[in-house]
């Protein structure tokens, strides 16, 4: 009888592992400039309370294929209720067309978006939007 209670146990701590580790996971919309894209970001809460996040993206022309040709892709971070700010720079691996992206942030509600840009700097985020998605954590 207590091996099926642990039995049990293991499964309901299975599930709840998964369920959390599925929660930290969020999948980015593509834009209309780069429709073939796809992207996912991971959040984890890290011991100072801020999310490290891991964005990873695959079929991602290089900016300069886009049409208009961009020089540039950069990440964006809008927390709720403030202006967009620039977290970095996204630089696609021509070969495969793979990017990836690490940062930590002291917000747990934002949306974290790509864009193409002419320039590496930009003031504001262009138009030509590539993937975004809102994380809620």
Known sequence: MKSGKTLTLIGAAVL????????????MRAGESNPAAMGVVHVNTDRNGNLSVDLDAKHLAPPDRLSPAHSN?????????QQP???GE???NTQDEA????????Y??????????????????SSTEVLRTSVQK
Not at 99 to 104: E, H, L, N, V
């Open 85 to 87: 700010q620039i977290l």
């Open 73 to 81: 892709y950069i990440v964006w971070i809008q927390p709720s209720g």
């Open 108 to 125: 747990h509600n934002f949306d974290i978006f790509v864009t193409a840009e002419d320039t590496a700097k930009p003031t504001t985020p």
């Open 90 to 92: 996204l630089r696609v």
């Open 16 to 27: 709840l592992f998964v369920t959390a580790a599925l929660a930290d996971q969020f999948k």
């Open 99 to 106: 990017a990836s992206f690490k940062t930590s942030v002291p």
